[in-house]
């Protein structure tokens, strides 16, 4: 927990810096207080910041970023296209579509990455069913969408990180033989 806080505080104090006009003794010292404050404040909320990835996570993360500044710039050119060289009009359609990611990040991450991507828009998501209602500027952007490469990479990202949680959470847990919690795979043949 401590940790988590000395981390916080250096980013924190990291940041003023980087934001203030000036480096002088005055800047760091308000600095430096504004940080303690909000560490010490945020203290009983430890446990609600976000994990630290693994190096795995974060190689992960890295490969879903770099994914998706590609298909940025894929879906910038396919919108000027559209825009500027179709005969046709553009015909913007709604996509109702159901990626299978549980968590709450996976969701927000993956809405991130369509209202990014030029031509589709997040609109709303539903938190009970994990329900995506995008706008599409394109039949074709509309089509492609439920297919997405990137819900796969987020699918994965999300199992790597649920893995390391439960596996976290099964190494800390302590059974009390006398309790009916234990699991009976907790007791070994020869121990009674």
């Known amino acids: 927990m401590r940790k988590r806080s000395m981390i916080l505080f250096v980013f924190l104090i990291v940041f003023w ?11 760091i010292l308000v600095g430096i207080f504004l940080a303690l404050i909000t560490v010490w404040f945020w203290q009983d909320l430890g446990l609600r910041l976000p994990i630290i990835l693994s190096t795995k996570e974060l190689l992960l993360t890295g490969r879903c970023i770099v994914l998706l500044v590609g298909y940025i710039i894929e ?21 109702i579509m159901h990626p299978d990611i549980k968590s709450n990040w996976g969701r927000v991450f993956l809405a991130t990455c369509i209202t990014i991507t030029p031509g589709t828009v997040t609109i ?37 990180i649920k893995g390391r949680e439960d596996h976290v959470m099964d190494v800390s847990r302590t059974h009390d033989p006398d309790t009916t ?12």
Do not use: C
């Open 75 to 95: 879906a910038n050119i396919a919108v000027a296209k559209a825009l500027l060289f179709s005969k046709h009009p553009t015909s913007p359609v709604i996509v």
């Open 17 to 27: 810096i980087v934001i203030s006009t000036e480096v002088d003794l005055q800047h």
């Open 124 to 160: 709303d998501i539903n938190p009970d069913t994990g329900q995506f209602m995008v706008h599409a500027l394109t039949k074709e952007a509309a089509l492609g969408l439920p297919y997405w490469r990137m819900i796969n990479e987020i699918k994965h990202l999300e199992k790597q």
């Open 181 to 192: 919690n234990t699991l009976a795979g907790d007791y070994r043949a020869d121990s009674h």
